[in-house]
């Protein structure tokens, strides 16, 4: 299933990056140093009304699962952060599975081996609005270096992307596996995860008030909405099917916390 398929991956990522948490960076001295994604000293994207997540409504946990499914981000979010003791340089990575953007002058990367999984690079940039983040990955068989996360933010944090690259199942290393995006309206952050499978593509929108947690959620399969919840800020909501046209509403329904 497409679901198990997502979380598959976010547990291949905690083991991937497991080494990259134990100590602290190099201490901050440029920009590029202090540069971080928004989203990345938070130990979740965004999190439910309490009485929601303890609520045994199905809708209810249904919802919070969509919340919880947005919030396996931070397995990649958590690993921007390089090991201490890491090779600190400003010489670009261009990776076999992605190339440096032109635009791009300065760069700050850092690079680090692992004897289980084999080299790994950190690669910070900056363009006029934003800053862009990258993890490259070289297997410890050898090899050229691959791109195995892309991000970028603004530098007013009001928008950003992150992609995550197929290195893992055997399919060919350009293929991306999720897409993240996110961007601020006042309180609101709208978060969008997809996954692009030509055969088979979903996304999940969700957008929630940063302060009094009250939200929704839409899912799409293939460009067309399959069904949305929507819930206040005591965690009380409601939800909607549709028929295949993305539009009738074949079944409706609330539930209260």
Do not use: H
Not at 114 to 126: H, K, L
Not at 183 to 209: A, C, Q
Request: proline share 4%; glycine share 6%; with cysteine.
């Amino acid at each position: 299933m497409k679901m198990t398929r997502i979380l598959l991956l976010l547990v291949l990522s905690v083991a991937i990056f497991s080494c990259s948490k134990d100590d602290d960076p190099t201490p901050a001295s440029s920009s590029l140093e202090t540069a971080t994604l928004s989203l990345s000293s938070e130990s979740k994207v965004i999190s439910p009304p309490s009485a929601m997540a303890a609520s045994n409504d199905t809708y209810a946990q249904m919802a919070t699962g969509y919340v919880s499914v947005v919030n396996g981000m931070t397995n990649y979010l958590a690993y921007f952060t390089p090991p201490s003791g890491a090779v600190k340089s400003s010489t670009a990575i261009t990776a076999a599975n992605g190339r440096v953007a032109s635009t791009q002058k300065t760069y700050l990367v850092y690079t680090w081996t692992d004897p289980t999984y084999g080299s790994f690079a950190y690669q910070v940039s900056e363009e006029t609005d934003k800053y862009i983040f990258e993890i490259f990955l070289k297997q410890k068989t050898g090899g050229s270096w691959l791109r195995y996360v892309y991000a970028e933010e603004s530098k007013d944090r009001s928008a950003g992307l992150m992609k995550i690259y197929d290195l893992f199942t055997g399919a060919p290393t350009t293929t991306i596996l999720l897409n993240y995006s996110w961007k601020r309206t006042g309180d609101v952050l709208e978060f969008t995860m997809e996954d692009p499978d030509p055969d088979f593509s979903v996304k999940i929108i969700i957008s929630i008030n940063e302060k009094t947690r009250a939200g929704s959620v839409v899912y799409i399969i293939d460009s067309v909405k399959w069904y949305e919840m929507k819930w206040d800020a005591k965690g009380s909501g409601s939800w909607t099917w549709y028929e295949d046209d993305g539009i009738t509403v074949s079944d409706s329904g609330t539930w209260t916390v």
